[in-house]
């Protein structure tokens, strides 16, 4: 199924620019809908087809306007739990959803 088909798709985007090596990337997470929104409201609601982390436009239509991921997209915590609602907090118990894999393999948090 098409990804604009299929809301429930989830995208981590992942941002290696300015990190040296061995350092953790810069890590959003967003759903199909929220991508297209934000794809639709850039360049002052021009519409872009870039995903910009931190970009002001220059010249043309859109001087001065600055186009951000936003902030609630940052991996965190809380950002996953909107995704994983059975993934539970003190990670002693993992549930896989209701759909499961599709045949591919995940990592089961360790108990400590």
Known sequence: ???HKNPEILYCLVQFQGIALGECPRVYLAKVG??????KASRNGI????????YCYKKGFAKGWTD???????FSKERVEEFLPS???NN???IPP???F???????????
């Open 1 to 3: 199924m098409a990804a």
């Open 34 to 39: 929220e991508i297209a929104e934000r794809h």
């Open 47 to 54: 519409g872009e087809t870039i995903l910009w982390e931190n």
């Open 68 to 74: 951000m991921i936003p902030p609630e997209w940052r």
């Open 87 to 89: 993934v539970e907090t």
């Open 92 to 94: 002693s118990q993992w």
């Open 98 to 100: 209701r759909n499961g």
């Open 102 to 112: 599709a045949g591919r393999s995940c990592a089961v948090p360790v108990e400590s």
